[in-house]
T-cell receptor, first 113, second 109 residues
Framework: IAGITQAPTSQILAAGRRMTLRCTQDMRHNAMYWYRQDLGLGLRLIHYSNTAGTTGKGEVPDGYSVSRANTDDFPLTLASAVPSQTSVYFCASSMDSGADGYTFGSGTRLTVV | GQNIDQPTEMTATEGAIVQINCTYQ??????LFWYQQHAGEAPTFLSY??LDGLEEKGRFSSFLSRSKGYSYLLLKELQMKDSASYLC??????????WGAGTKLIIKP
């Protein structure tokens, strides 16, 4: 692994199903983030974690949950998917804060039908 | 509230120069980033400004005026591969990144 790995690359999901998007980084970055990107709206922060063991809510957290059991992994869970959660999801990390700049994963394209 | 404004779309000609503007109103300021995002790909880092002035990096330059809440990204000698979206992001007082919606740059031959 070099950088951030997201899985799956894409997924079609039935509404009401549970889904976990995976994100793993090998840069020993302390901070990690989940964004969704929708046409015309730019990147919107869902949840973040400043360090292992802590998480926080971003701009659009409803319907999503995260955990940060260790430094490397930051999974995003949709408990019961709805069509409005159709989007491209990006995981990102930074050494400590936004001022360090972000490294992004390649994204997960999720379609909820 | 916090707000970052960029033009939605711009068109330029191969070999020319284009300037993409970004204005911001945020709670505090701890730096400004420009990222490039090709269609279907992740954003990648272009530049970072924290002090006023111009930062030059090859064909790309970025300018910042903190007193005006203004930045621009200047792209010279445009190439077809520069067709992409360009995202402006500001580090606020909580050291979180606030993102603009991005400017889609279309390069024509």
């Amino acid at each position: 692994i070099a950088g951030i790995t997201q899985a799956p690359t894409s997924q079609i999901l039935a509404a009401g199903r549970r889904m976990t998007l995976r994100c793993t980084q090998d840069m020993r970055h302390n901070a990690m983030y989940w964004y969704r990107q929708d046409l015309g709206l730019g990147l919107r922060l869902i949840h973040y974690s400043n360090t292992a063991g802590t998480t926080g809510k971003g701009e659009v957290p409803d319907g999503y949950s995260v955990s940060r059991a260790n430094t490397d992994d930051f999974p995003l869970t949709l408990a019961s998917a709805v069509p409005s959660q159709t989007s491209v999801y990006f995981c990102a990390s930074s050494m400590d804060s936004g001022a360090d700049g972000y490294t992004f994963g390649s994204g997960t394209r999720l379609t909820v039908v | 509230g916090q707000n970052i404004d960029q033009p939605t779309e711009m068109t330029a000609t191969e070999g020319a120069i284009v300037q993409i503007n970004c204005t911001y109103q945020t709670s505090g300021f701890n730096g400004l980033f420009w990222y490039q995002q090709h269609a279907g790909e992740a954003p990648t880092f272009l530049s970072y400004n924290v002090l006023d002035g111009l930062e030059e990096k090859g064909r790309f330059s970025s300018f910042l005026s903190r007193s005006k809440g203004y930045s621009y990204l200047l792209l010279k000698e445009l190439q077809m591969k520069d067709s992409a979206s360009y995202l402006c992001a500001v580090v606020d007082s909580n050291y979180q990144l606030i993102w603009g919606a991005g400017t889609k740059l279309i390069i024509k031959p």
